[in-house]
């Protein structure tokens, strides 16, 4: 069973400061991961994707990821009232028409 | 920037009536997707679909669904006889290659009485 684990939260940060969000999966298969951001009652919209181990920036995100420790992270800097949102991590094996395992997602609230 | 269509974006039907779900995938995309949210919990995959034919499904697409693209632009999920569990969001996407990030669009909310 492939399983991708979030902290469900919420977690919540004041404005300005940096909110960290982590992912664990369980599949080593796994070769492609994202970050989307879903809004209550919205669709999950893509925010960061990572295939390499490392750092990857864009703007105010980071994506960090870790495979040796099957181990994926996003860093929100400066985080606005307006990042207020779940986040979800997505994993696939990128191999064929493979689908995203999704986990449950992390509340995050930045408090203005 | 070019996105994922999806009609209706509300659909409420009787129990064990047919529905279809609508989406026009972005254009130059060649991988399809439908996955659904139930209240409260995680997206979960139900089927992908490439060049025509199936890729891959999960233990949720039955025999009560079917996908089809009917055309060159369109891309349908249909639940033949809907139960009262079948109440979610439905949610297309499409990627331009198998490794590429999947977009979806703003999602069909279903609810069976």
């Known amino acids: 069973q492939k399983e991708v684990e979030q902290n469900s939260g919420p977690l919540s940060v004041p404005e300005g400061a940096i909110a960290s969000l982590n992912c664990t999966y369980s599949?080593?298969?796994?070769?492609?991961f994202f970050w989307y951001r879903q809004y209550s009652g919205k669709s999950p919209e893509l925010i960061m994707f990572i295939y390499s181990n490392g750092d990857k920036e864009d703007g105010r995100f980071t994506a960090q990821l870790n495979k040796a420790s099957q181990y994926v992270s996003l860093l929100i800097r400066d985080s606005q009232p307006s990042d207020s949102a779940t986040y979800l991590c997505a994993v696939n094996r990128n191999s064929g028409n493979t689908p995203l395992v999704f986990g449950k997602g992390t509340r995050l609230s930045v408090i203005a | 920037e070019p996105e994922v269509t999806q009609t209706p974006s509300h659909q409420v039907t009787q129990m064990g009536q047919e529905v279809i779900l609508r989406c026009v995938p972005i254009?130059?995309?060649?991988?399809f997707y439908w996955y659904r949210q139930i209240l409260g919990q995680k997206v979960e995959f139900l089927v992908s679909f490439y060049n025509n034919e199936i890729s891959e499904k999960s233990e949720i697409f039955d025999d009560q669904f079917s996908v089809e693209r009917p055309d060159g632009s369109n891309f349908t999920l249909k639940i033949r006889s809907t139960k009262l569990e079948d109440s979610a969001m439905y949610f297309c996407?499409?990627?331009?290659?198998?490794?590429?990030?999947?977009?979806f669009g703003d999602g069909t909310r279903l609810s069976i009485l």
């Open positions: 599949d080593r298969g796994s070769q492609s």
């Open positions: 254009s130059n995309h060649l991988y």
């Open positions: 996407a499409s990627s331009a290659a198998s490794n590429q990030p999947q977009h």
